[in-house]
């Protein structure tokens, strides 16, 4: 990102007098830049690729649309979800929908809304999801969730296998059902993937399955990373304004079909099944910035005027860009930046070597599209508005900044 002020073409000084702070600003332009930079990737090396935005990422309408325009799929989390995809103008055989445990109240819910893609994770899932479409005399298609050894976060290895099919399951052969067709498979690696060889034993593991499915579609979740985050390890704790560049997102993408490809080759050239990718913080993460002020200053202490109630993820396991708009006289300096609220573990950042900042001062914060506020909480503090820049340069308010009466919207009164 530059510092000369300037965002995607948009004056951040001028943006921060004009809407406040805090705020959070996207852009457009960028959003449709990363869909065709993992797009054009992948298919450079993959023709058959389809790519289902992840919603939970970020579930803004306005982002939802512009997601839409661009073609993509969507994969939905919940049952509000996939009625907010339907309003942002997805038709329902483009809306895909996953749940750890299937209810069987919120599937038929999702179903009779027209979806027909699903996720299942465990056979008590298929048994529903046969049950449903045979009452209902359609066909759904199920795309099997399989968890894998290397799942890609650390710590988080064992958590994440209690979600979906061992692979020892699948090769046994999984059960037919009336009502339902087993043809895709999926699996989820961790977030953030900054090597795209992390990859590569998933895509081995999933069309070997694949096959012994006969899938029509091999999925590889999410884990794409987004350009202005960097993952925390033990080299960076303590100089955290140094980290390589991760390669261009379409040069990563067409890497990661090329791997793809190759597996193919080996396992069985006349396979050829469809690449899905459900991309989130590749796509939003990057394409929002956080516009904050310095309110006060305490030692190498600057807090701001918004923190991790919308920037929820932990400074101990990713770091974002971070940049001064108005830059001061003077040598930069090792400070730590906090939020407003009275959450011992509202902390930005820690050591960040940055130039002077003083009270008053405008901080823009990079990365502030993926699960901000699709997480964020209402605690000591509400979410900012939202903004969008458009190709042709204007801004426009898609969220309004939440208020009192949102505090207090779902209270039953005595």
């Known amino acids: 990102m530059p510092n000369d002020l300037q965002w995607e073409g948009v004056s951040l000084r001028e943006a921060a007098a004009r809407l406040g ?46 997601i839409r325009d661009e073609g993509l799929d969507v994969l939905t989390s919940h049952e509000p979800e996939v009625r907010l995809a339907l309003d942002a103008g997805f038709t329902p055989d483009a809306i895909a929908f996953q749940r750890p445990v299937l209810d069987e109240a919120e599937t038929a819910s999702v179903i009779d809304a027209g979806v027909r893609r699903l996720h299942a994770f465990r056979n008590d899932d298929l048994d529903l999801l046969s049950r449903l479409a045979v009452a209902r005399g359609i066909e759904l298609r199920v795309s099997l969730r399989v968890t894998l050894p290397n799942f890609g976060i650390p710590l988080l290895g064992g958590a994440a296998r209690r979600m979906g099919f061992e692979p020892a399951e699948i090769e046994r052969g999984v059960a037919r059902r009336s009502g339902i067709v087993i043809d895709a498979i999926n699996t989820y690696i961790g977030t953030q993937q900054e090597r795209v060889e992390s990859f590569h034993p998933a895509i081995r593991a999933l069309l070997r399955l694949a096959r012994a499915l006969d899938a029509v579609e091999v999925n590889l979740g999410g884990g794409v990373p987004s350009s202005t985050l960097r993952r925390v390890t033990p080299a960076t704790v303590w100089r955290r304004d140094r980290f390589a560049a991760h390669p261009p997102l379409r040069d990563y993408a067409a890497r990661l079909g090329s791997i793809f490809a190759q597996e193919v080759q080996r396992l069985d050239p006349a396979f050829a099944p469809r690449l899905v990718l459900e991309p989130g913080r590749s796509i939003i993460g990057n394409a929002v910035i956080l516009l904050t002020r310095v309110r006060a200053e305490k030692e190498r202490w600057r807090f701001l005027d918004c923190g991790r ?105 005595p």
């Open 21 to 66: 702070t805090p705020a959070l600003l996207a852009s457009e332009p960028c959003i449709r830049r990363n869909v065709a930079a993992l797009r054009d990737g992948l298919r450079s090396a993959w023709p058959d690729v389809v790519l289902r935005y992840c919603a939970k990422t970020n579930h803004e309408r306005a982002i939802l649309a512009i």
């Open 309 to 413: 109630n919308v920037l929820v993820e932990s400074p101990a396991a990713f770091t974002r860009w971070i940049e001064p708009v108005e830059r001061r006289e003077g040598p930069a300096s090792t400070i730590h930046l906090a939020g407003p609220t009275l959450n011992t573990l509202d902390v930005i950042d820690m050591r960040r070597r940055l130039p002077p900042l003083r009270t008053g001062d405008l901080v823009a914060i990079g990365d502030a599209g993926a699960y901000s506020l699709s997480r964020g909480t209402r605690y000591a503090g509400l979410a900012p508005p939202l903004y969008l820049a458009r190709a042709g340069g204007t801004i426009e308010r898609v969220r309004r900044a939440e208020t009192f009466d949102d505090l207090i919207a779902l209270t039953e009164r």
